[in-house]
Structure formats: structure tokens, C-alpha cells
């Protein structure tokens, strides 16, 4: 498995002037080697791959990538011990390009390029990406199954929400039933936003009771076996007005129809854009200002995205949200959010929580 994922790398680079890859990302070392430490530099100088990293890892990394050899640091630090390698490998002299991630640390790429000083250090994170957008059958079980741990949870929690409890003890329930359930941990902070905080994408919980009359919208996943999952619904506790049973109603609308359009070969601005001019059509759109969706799987924020500066073309495989939302500033939020994993023909859902607008 990672062989192969390591091969299509070195596929996407080819026609490039680029002869060799730095990783450190912790989630790309796990994706083209199987290491799960986290504190490692993978070097590939195309045909032959190394592992770079201290004591604390050395068993870890001979058990979990036994066919790459390992480069056990010393006295020396990352960027001594790449040039060593270098220069035993020809690399210095040749000049060579070598792809690295956008996400390398700026500390460490300043010292690479002080130490490889002649060695040309190309930004490659969307050839790296590439692959990792198309999730394999193993990825999109482990994703399936947590985001089964978030319906779970999501059904649990509904008899825990009224008026008197905290945004804060909703969430630290639903982070203890997910957990209760074999999540390793969460996809991100959960969100858990009542009243008029849900007009805030991204709230903080806070110690604020809930309230009859309040919007509570929630926002949260789990990691299982490493994979992460993803889900909002918004509740209504006590009977909501008709001002928000329409927001709902257009932000729901808004969800099935980009979700409609959800397959191999469509554009994910184009679906994002179904979505976006739905709630403008409406009234609301200066209200739903982040974007449809965005990829999910080791890390909960992933290429590709659904909004309008995400021109991909949708393809088999990839697990992608479905999030619109309508946010009315001091007023109350909306933001419901599914789970696909994009088909030839259409989709296959994976958050089977009940959309409707429940009243409790």
C-alpha cells in the first residue's frame, strides 16, 4: 500500500525538473510510509527512499516502514544529516531540484537551504496532495466508521439538550460518548453554539445555558484508526419562529441540491456554486460566507474543496463535505453538514443523522 502511494507520487512528479522529495509533515509521513510517530523527515532521491529520525522512534520506525532504511540522527541535527546524504548521493554537485511541502516549518527550510547551500528547493504540496485526494477502500471504511461514532453520538446527545445545560457539557458529552465508542480522538475542537453565538461559524464553546427558543447548532467528528469524520446538525430547543424555520428550510434546501449534483466529472466550484446562488436567490447570501465543503481524511481540513476557487474535477473516491449555512449576526446560525464520498453517478452519504429540523 504505501509502496504504491509512494510510486504515485513519483508518478505525479514526472516531467518535472524535480529529482527527489523532503516530507515532515506528520500526516504525510503516515500516508507514503506507514510511520505514525510524527516526528520524522522522509527523503526520497528517486529510486530509494530514507527514514530520518532520533532514539524515541528508532523500534517504531524498524516495526512500522521495515522496507526503508532508516537514518538514525546523533549529535547531528535534520539538516546536517540530509547533506551528508546528499553528498553521498551525488545530489550536492548535480545541483539538484527537490520537491518539499508548503507546510515545512520556515526555521527548517532556511537551514536546509544554508547547509544544501546549490540545492534548489521547489514547493510541491499540491503534486503531494494529489494522491491523497482519492481516498482508497481501507481510508473510506476507517472514515465510515467514524463518522457511524458521530451519528451515535448525535442521537445520544439529543436527550442531554435543554434549557439549563451548557454549551460546554454538551460538548464535553459528545467528546466522551465518541471516545466511549473506539474514537482515538477528535477530528478538530468541537463546536457546540447556542442562541445568538450559532451566528458564528466557528464558536467557541462557552459556559452559556441553553435557552427555550435557541438555535444549538453542533459541529464535531472523530478519529478512527487515524481517518477523521465530520458533522453538523442545529437543533431547535422549544419552538422555534418562523424566521428561523425558513433559514432552516433554505439551508437544508441548499445542502440536497448541491448534493444532487455531486459526481465523477463535475467541478467542485460548479457544486459549490449551486448551493451559494440557491441561498442568494433567497435573500440570504451575503449570510453564507465560507465555502460548500472541503476534503476529509487523515487531516479534517483536505483538497479538494467545494467552493468557488476549487476548479478540481469531482472524482471517484474522494470524501468531501456538504456544509452550507446562513449566520444572521446576533441572531442565530444555521449550518448543516454531510459527509460523501463522491461516484461515478452520484454519491454515497456517510452522515445518516436526520436532517430535519428537530424540535426538542
Request: charged share 30%.
Amino acid at each position: 500500500m504505501f509502496v504504491n502511494r509512494r510510486n504515485r507520487l513519483k508518478k505525479e512528479l514526472e516531467g518535472t525538473d524535480v529529482c527527489g522529495v523532503i516530507i515532515d509533515n506528520p500526516s504525510n509521513l503516515y500516508y507514503y510510509t506507514g510511520f505514525t510517530g510524527g516526528e520524522a523527515m522522509f527523503v526520497m532521491l528517486f529510486p530509494d527512499s530514507y527514514l530520518i529520525t532520533d532514539s524515541r522512534y528508532y523500534e517504531q520506525v524498524e516495526k512500522e516502514c521495515p522496507d526503508i532504511p532508516l537514518i538514525r540522527l546523533t549529535d547531528k541535527g535534520y539538516s546536517d544529516t540530509i547533506r551528508e546524504l546528499f553528498a553521498d548521493k551525488g545530489v550536492l554537485e548535480k545541483k539538484a531540484c527537490i520537491a518539499i511541502e508548503g507546510s515545512m516549518q520556515l526555521n527548517r527550510y532556511l537551514q536546509l537551504c544554508k547547509t544544501c547551500a546549490g540545492v534548489e528547493f521547489k514547493e510541491c504540496s499540491d503534486k503531494m496532495n494529489m494522491s491523497r485526494m482519492v481516498k482508497e477502500e481501507e481510508e473510506i471504511s476507517s472514515i465510515k466508521k467514524a463518522e457511524e461514532i458521530g451519528d451515535a453520538a448525535f442521537s445520544h446527545i439529543l436527550d442531554l439538550i435543554k434549557p439549563g445545560v451548557t454549551e460546554a457539557e454538551i460538548a464535553l458529552e459528545l467528546e466522551y460518548f465518541m471516545k466511549k465508542k473506539g474514537a482515538s480522538g477528535l477530528s478538530f475542537d468541537t463546536i457546540v453554539a447556542s442562541g445568538a453565538n450559532s451566528s458564528m461559524p466557528h464558536a467557541q464553546v462557552t459556559d452559556k445555558k441553553i435557552e427555550y427558543g435557541d438555535f444549538v447548532t453542533m459541529d464535531f467528528g472523530c478519529i478512527y484508526q487515524g481517518y477523521c469524520s465530520d458533522m453538523t446538525r442545529t437543533v431547535s430547543v422549544g419552538t422555534p419562529t418562523e424566521e428561523m424555520k425558513q433559514v432552516y428550510q433554505i439551508v437544508l434546501d441548499a445542502n440536497v441540491r448541491a448534493m444532487e449534483q455531486i459526481a465523477e466529472g463535475k467541478k467542485c466550484n460548479e457544486i459549490d456554486s449551486v448551493a451559494r446562488d440557491y441561498i442568494k436567490e433567497k435573500g440570504y447570501g451575503e449570510y453564507f460566507g465560507h465555502g460548500l465543503g472541503h476534503g476529509v481524511g487523515l487531516d479534517i481540513h483536505e483538497e479538494p474543496r467545494f467552493s468557488p476557487k476549487c476548479d478540481v474535477t469531482a472524482r471517484e473516491n474522494m470524501v468531501i463535505t456538504v456544509e452550507p449555512g446562513i449566520y444572521l449576526p446576533g441572531k442565530f446560525g444555521v449550518r448543516i453538514e454531510d459527509l460523501v464520498v463522491v461516484k461515478k453517478t452520484g454519491y454515497e452519504k456517510l452522515s445518516h443523522s436526520d436532517k430535519s429540523l428537530i424540535i426538542l
